[in-house]
């Protein structure tokens, strides 16, 4: 089993940043494939950004390449997501997601669908 807590959401102008944090409990953390997903009202959940524990590797969704970066730090079990430059469609609720493994195909890292344990979701809101 794997609980997650996430926190640092909040609302930022344009060209803001924020960084959400997500702590994972239990003893399985470096086994873990951890990622941001986000939904927006009417929407369908997004991947953003995903990491595996196990080695650092990262994955990112095209739209938040060189503006999002996803880190961890192992002591804590946490995973941060660090948020520059964000715009209006930016906006949604985020949340954190894990799954055990890493060694999976590269698409799964992104894809809602192949995590099992979510957390609350805390929301980031980006005026113009």
């Known amino acids: 089993q794997v609980h997650l807590v996430s926190s640092g959401g909040g609302s930022v102008q344009t060209g803001g940043s924020l960084r959400l944090s997500c702590v994972a409990s239990?003893?399985?953390?470096?086994?873990?494939?951890m990622a941001w997903f986000r939904q927006a009202p009417g929407k369908e959940r997004e991947g953003v950004a995903a990491?595996?524990?196990?080695?650092?590797?990262?994955h990112y969704a095209e739209s938040v390449k060189g503006r999002f970066t996803i880190s961890q730090d192992n002591a804590k079990k946490t995973v941060y997501l660090q948020t520059n430059n964000l715009q209006p469609e930016d906006t949604a609720m985020y949340y954190c997601?894990?799954?055990?493994?890493?060694?999976?195909?590269?698409?799964?890292?992104?894809?809602?669908?192949?995590?099992?344990?979510w957390g609350q979701g805390t929301q980031v809101t980006v005026s113009s």
């Open positions: 997601a894990a799954a055990f493994g890493g060694r999976v195909s590269s698409t799964w890292y992104l894809d809602p669908g192949r995590y099992g344990y």
């Open positions: 990491i595996y524990t196990g080695n650092g590797n990262t």
């Open positions: 239990g003893d399985t953390y470096g086994s873990l494939r």
